[in-house]
């Protein structure tokens, strides 16, 4: 199994500005995943963070609205930049962890933006 | 391409039944079932294999037909706590990492009362 942590839980920003929000898991992982939920909305992934590699981003995500590190295999960081009132979301961060042969996805808590 | 799950939304009394569908305009090579309470994160219940395996620690059921490229999950004398909206996940194809990049359906909301 695998658990995650994110930072923050909550945030309230103004547009233009950028939140950077911290995910931690307690193992190492090779890939963690990035994915956006909108109120009452399904998961959307954003993008896959490989330890020691560019992040690669889905269709309709680019880097420079959403930076990403990966500094090490139990550590990433997602930017969301410039902020819009649209980038309310919830960001949830998420990696695969096996288990009696097969691999389970496990998802942070969430970090709730709220961008005014 | 994202599957499309039905019904959007389920009202049940406790102890009754309720199946949830997951279909695909693509070739399934395996789907995923996800609960999400409010306000939580989605906890995985169960993956299901092209060939048939599932794998799962959840006291409920499924069913993956490649053939009609759709997956049924099945709720059976429901608990309050299956309350939650049941989202599925599919990659892209088979193999590497990409089989980890699911998309998700828009779920189904289910609610039981007591």
């Known amino acids: 199994s695998a658990v995650i942590s994110q930072k923050p839980s909550r945030d309230i920003c103004q547009r233009g500005t950028s939140l950077t929000i911290q995910c931690q898991v307690d193992s190492q992982v090779t890939m963690m995943f990035w994915y956006r939920q909108q109120p009452g909305q399904s998961l959307t992934l954003i993008a896959t963070a490989n330890q020691g590699s560019e992040a690669t981003y889905e269709s309709g995500f680019v880097i420079d609205k959403f930076p990403i590190s990966r500094p090490n295999l139990t550590f990433s960081t997602l930017t969301v930049s410039n902020m819009s009132p649209e980038d309310s979301s919830i960001y949830l961060c998420?990696?695969?962890?096996?288990?009696?042969?097969?691999?389970?996805?496990?998802f942070g808590p969430g970090t709730r933006l709220t961008v005014l | 391409q994202q599957p499309v799950q039905s019904p959007q939304a389920v009202i049940l009394r406790e102890g009754e039944d309720a199946v949830i569908n997951c279909s695909s305009s693509?070739?399934?090579?395996?789907v995923h079932w996800y609960r999400q309470k409010h306000g939580e994160a989605p906890v995985f219940l169960m993956i299901l294999l092209k060939g048939g395996e599932q794998k799962g620690h959840e006291k409920i059921s499924a069913s993956f037909n490649e053939k009609k490229q759709q997956s049924s999950l099945y709720l059976t004398a429901s608990q309050l706590s299956y309350s939650g909206t049941y989202f599925c996940g599919t990659p892209p194809r088979v193999g590497g990492g990409s089989n980890y990049k699911l998309t998700f359906g828009k779920g189904t909301l289910l609610t039981v009362n007591p």
């Open positions: 693509k070739a399934l090579y395996s």
């Open positions: 998420s990696v695969f962890s096996g288990t009696g042969g097969y691999n389970e996805q496990f």
